[in-house]
């Protein structure tokens, strides 16, 4: 009896060192964002926050992960605005790296879409994974109200801009992470306004980034 009460807590106190928290990071896009939250709209990019790190999703034209991950409250190109809560997870790192691999073959950089498979539904999707949550609605109500008349958007929006195939460097153990080369020039698209750019893509503005490579099964 007194060894499983032993087994029980060493377990419980393995769950507590594991533990860490889901966060989502938002960013505004633009600075009209301080104006627009007043009537319930905003053009927001957001990140998921696990262990330290932040993983996001934006756009390339190759069939390869468009997962990326970067420095929390830090994604290059856009304004930190706030952050939340999602909840709690005991998966440990490297269990947490198997999962975020997976995924990231379910989001191939050209498969993104400002309307239906844009960084906040990526960010819903594992937030949904992990904690059972959405995020809030807020986030990615503009893609929601652009799905009804999506007849109205320029065809400038519902492309994508990067140009450069995501080129995978191996690394350490440790830091259980894939690099990509980002000297490469990016080819702009005819798309001039560099906030419409912003709305496709992360990636399409200067910063370093690194890709999560994806799981091969």
């Known amino acids: 009896m007194g060894a499983e009460s032993s087994t029980s807590m060493n377990s419980d106190r393995n ?9 989502l990071n938002v960013y505004d896009l633009t600075p009209i964002n301080n104006y627009m939250v007043w009537f319930g709209f905003g053009i927001f990019h957001s990140g998921i926050e696990v262990h330290g790190k932040e993983y996001g999703f934006g756009a390339h034209d190759f069939p390869a992960s468009g997962v990326f991950e970067v420095e929390p409250r830090s994604c290059p190109g856009f304004i930190y605005r706030s952050s939340i809560i999602l909840g709690h997870i005991t998966m440990p790192p490297t269990e947490f790296r ?13 498969t993104y879409h400002l309307i239906s498979k844009n960084c906040n539904h990526f960010t819903d999707d594992i937030s949904w994974r992990l904690t059972g949550k959405h995020i809030p609605g807020w986030v990615n109500r503009l893609a929601r109200l652009g799905a009804l008349c999506s007849c109205l958007l320029p065809e400038s929006l519902q492309v994508t801009t990067v140009k450069q195939m995501p080129e995978y460097h191996d690394c350490s153990e440790e830091e259980c992470t894939e690099s990509v080369s980002t000297t490469a020039a990016l080819e702009s698209t005819e798309i001039d306004d560099d906030q419409e750019k912003s709305l496709l ?5 200067s910063g370093d980034v690194t890709f999560v490579k994806e799981a091969h099964s």
């Open 15 to 23: 769950n507590k060192n594991i533990e860490t928290q889901v966060v």
């Open 98 to 110: 198997t999962f975020i691999e997976n995924a990231a073959s379910e989001y191939h950089g050209d």
């Open 201 to 205: 893509s992360p990636l399409a503005v």
